[in-house]
């Protein structure tokens, strides 16, 4: 089943991952800066089919959201890891995933997807339902991480925590009456951060079946930080981390 991804850093990413899969590009006719060329020279060595096009037809494909004078037809999807497990046995470095609960904003999925790949988060984890899903707004958000970075819809996911706890990989919720401050805390092997959706935060079912429970400590008079944003500070201690114990 085919779907659009649109967006310079989106459909670059995708030329250079998996080229393949590209069934055709629509490039806006009125755009000949060096970008755009940059682009269709990618997209020619690829052997994609090019159409040069209004931005009117852009318009109508994405249904005017911000394209910035390119849009791909996709076709099957690159060959990532079908499930987190599949990812255990990498043997490069302890596993890290993030998973998030009931995150619905397409625009911070896209945003948690682009951390992911920056602080080397091997996959994300969502359930099927009350959540945003992959698509164009996600993939242009993203700026190709959505290409590099697997996403794991998953049924239940109190049993998903469970199965990673079952297989060692430590289960960290970040929550605002966490028990612990993520700057005390040794973060150590394979672990899961797990983050909620701005304003309900992490379920009780999901609270209970984590780990431990961890706060970020907030020295201003806001309560909490949008998920995103949370993200990052998790995702950065846990690869500072990392770094650091790799250099002892």
């Not at 497990?85 to 998973?99: H, R, S």
């Not at 394979?190 to 400590?217: F, K």
């Amino acid at each position: 089943m085919s779907r659009l991804l649109f967006g310079f850093h989106a459909v670059q990413a995708r030329l250079r991952s998996a080229p393949d899969s590209v069934e055709e590009l629509y490039a806006e006719q009125e755009r000949r800066d060096a970008r755009m060329a940059d682009l269709l020279e990618a997209a020619h060595r690829a052997g994609v089919r090019v159409f040069r096009v209004n931005r009117q037809r852009l318009d109508g494909l994405t249904g005017r959201a911000a394209h910035q004078g390119v849009v791909a037809r996709l076709g099957d999807a690159p060959d990532l890891a079908r499930h987190w497990e599949d990812l255990l046995d990498d043997g490069t470095e302890p596993i890290l995933l993030l998973v998030l609960d009931g995150v619905q904003d397409p625009h911070n999925l896209g945003a948690c997807l682009r951390l992911a790949d920056a602080f080397g988060v091997h996959g994300v984890v969502v359930p099927k339902d009350r959540s945003a899903r992959l698509t164009a707004v996600v993939s242009k958000v993203a700026s190709g991480a959505a290409e590099s970075v697997p996403l794991f819809p998953v049924t239940n996911l109190a049993r998903a925590l469970r199965e990673m706890q079952d297989r060692e990989v430590a289960v960290l919720g970040a929550h605002e009456e966490g028990a612990e401050e993520i700057y005390d805390m040794e973060i150590e092997g394979p672990v899961a951060w797990v983050l909620g959706a701005e304003g309900q935060g992490l379920r009780r079912l999901t609270r209970e079946t984590c780990d431990r429970l961890v706060r970020i400590p907030m020295a201003g008079t806001v309560a909490s930080l949008n998920v995103a944003t949370a993200a990052a500070v998790c995702l950065f201690e846990t690869r500072r981390q990392r770094v650091a114990q790799s250099r002892m």
